[in-house]
C-alpha cells in the first residue's frame, strides 16, 4: 500500500509563511504528477498547483507569486512553500501523487493524503 503524510500546516499571522511536506511512501515503483489542493470551511475543494516528475510546475490564478511548489524526488516527497498568506488562505490542505505500482498486475492511480489544517490569523 502506498501512504501520503503531510505535516508544516499550523497557525500563522497574516503575512508569515509556512512550508508543507508530503512524502510518499509504501509500494511505489514510480511518480508521475504531485499536487496540492485545499478546502475551506464550507467550500468545495480547489487546486492549488501540481508539478511533474521533471519539474513542470502549474499554479491556479490566485496563487502565482505567493505559492512555490516543488520536489525531491529521491525522497518522493513534494512541497509547498506559501509566503505572504492571507486569512482568506485558510484550509484544510491535501496532498496528491499519480503513483504507479507492480504487484503481479500494473496500477496507476491518484493517491491523497489525510489534510493538514492551515490557520491563517489577521
Known amino acids: 500500500q502506498v501512504q501520503l503524510v503531510e505535516s508544516g500546516g499550523g497557525l500563522v499571522q497574516a503575512g508569515g509563511s509556512l512550508r508543507l511536506s508530503c512524502a510518499a511512501s509504501g509500494s511505489i515503483f514510480s511518480i508521475d504528477s504531485m499536487g496540492w489542493y485545499r478546502q475551506a470551511p464550507g467550500k468545495q475543494r480547489e487546486w492549488v498547483a501540481d508539478i511533474s516528475s521533471g519539474g513542470t510546475t502549474n499554479y491556479a490564478d490566485s496563487k502565482k507569486g505567493r505559492f512555490t511548489i516543488s520536489r525531491d524526488n529521491a525522497k518522493n516527497t513534494v512541497y509547498l512553500q506559501m509566503n505572504s498568506l492571507k486569512p482568506e488562505d485558510t484550509a484544510v490542505y491535501y496532498c496528491?501523487?499519480?503513483?504507479?505500482?507492480?504487484?503481479?498486475?500494473?496500477?496507476?492511480?491518484?493517491?491523497w493524503g489525510q489534510g493538514t489544517q492551515v490557520t491563517v490569523s489577521s
Open positions: 496528491n501523487a499519480d503513483i504507479s505500482q507492480y504487484d503481479s498486475t500494473w496500477t496507476y492511480r491518484r493517491y
